[in-house]
T-cell receptor
Framework: DAGVTQSPTHLIKTRGQHVTLRCSPI?????VSWYQQVLGQGPQFIFQ???????GRGNFPDRFSARQFPNYSSELNVNALLLGDSALYLC????????????FGEGSRLTVL | EDKVVQSPLSLVVHEGDTVTLNCSYE??????LLWYKQEKKAPTFLFML????IEKKSGRLSSILDKKELFSILNITATQTGDSAIYLC??????????????FGQGTRLTINP
C-alpha cells in the first residue's frame, strides 16, 4: 500500500507569492494533519482536517489555510509568503480523528527568496 | 502552554555504545507521548506511551514514561550506524474537540560513528 504522498517535493518561491501544497493520505485514512518544520526545530502543528472539516488549528496567521476533499486528500495554501515560511511542510494521516500514531509523508521543502 | 524539551540536542557515540535520550514535558491534559525517528524527511513512528502503557520495547530500542515526574527516556542498546537520525519526542494533549495535535520537542541528533 502506498504511504502518505506529498507534492511537490521541492519548490522555490519569492516573497509575496502564493503556494499550494498537496497531500494524499494512506488509503482508508480520513484524517489529514499539516505540520511545519523549520530547520533545526521539531515539527509544529498547523491544521487537522477530519471528514472534510477543520478540527484543529495551530498558532499560525490567517495567511495559512487548508481544505480536505471528498477523497480525503488535502491542500495547504500559504498566501503572501515571507522568508520565515521557508520550511519542510509535513502531512500526516490517520484513520480517525484520534488513533494515536500519525503516519507522515516525505514533506514538501519550501524555500522563499 | 504545552511544551516539550529534549536533551541532549546532539550526541555522537561509537557503534556498539548504549545511548539514552531524554524528553521532559509540560502539558495541560496529557493523553499520550510518542517517539519518532527522522532520518531524512518523513518521521517514522517508534513508540506511543500512555497512562496504561508506560514501558515499551522493540528490539534494541526501549522507552519508559514517568507521568509523575513528566519525562520519558528512549534507550538504544548496541547502536549501529543505521541508528543515526534525529529522534523526536512529542506529547499529545487531550483537546476539547477530540482532535489530535502533537507538540514536538526540538529533537536529538544522534550520530553513530563506526
Amino acid at each position: 500500500d502506498a504511504g502518505v504522498t506529498q507534492s511537490p517535493t521541492h519548490l522555490i518561491k519569492t516573497r509575496g507569492q502564493h503556494v499550494t501544497l498537496r497531500c494524499s493520505p494512506i488509503s482508508g485514512h480520513k484524517s489529514v494533519s499539516w505540520y511545519q518544520q523549520v530547520l533545526g526545530q521539531g515539527p509544529q502543528f498547523i491544521f487537522q482536517y477530519y471528514e472534510k472539516e477543520e478540527r484543529g488549528r495551530g498558532n499560525f496567521p490567517d495567511r495559512f489555510s487548508a481544505r480536505q476533499f471528498p477523497n480525503y486528500s488535502s491542500e495547504l495554501n500559504v498566501n503572501a509568503l515571507l522568508l520565515g515560511d521557508s520550511a519542510l511542510y509535513l502531512c500526516a494521516s490517520s484513520f480517525g480523528l484520534y488513533t494515536g500514531e500519525l503516519f507522515f509523508g516525505e514533506g514538501s521543502r519550501l524555500t522563499v527568496l | 502552554e504545552d511544551k516539550v524539551v529534549q536533551s541532549p540536542l546532539s550526541l555522537v557515540v561509537h557503534e556498539g555504545d548504549t545511548v539514552t535520550l531524554n524528553c521532559s514535558y509540560e502539558v495541560t491534559n496529557f493523553r499520550s507521548l510518542l517517539w519518532y525517528k527522522q532520518e531524512k524527511k518523513a518521521p517514522t513512528f517508534l513508540f506511543m506511551l500512555t497512562s496504561s502503557g508506560i514501558e515499551k520495547k522493540s528490539g534494541r530500542l526501549s522507552s519508559i514514561l514517568d507521568k509523575k515526574e513528566l519525562f520519558s527516556i528512549l534507550n538504544i542498546t548496541a547502536t549501529q550506524t543505521g541508528d543515526s537520525a534525529i529522534y523526536l519526542c512529542a506529547v499529545d494533549p487531550q483537546l476539547n474537540q477530540g482532535a489530535q495535535k502533537l507538540v514536538f520537542g526540538q529533537g536529538t541528533r544522534l550520530t553513530i560513528n563506526p
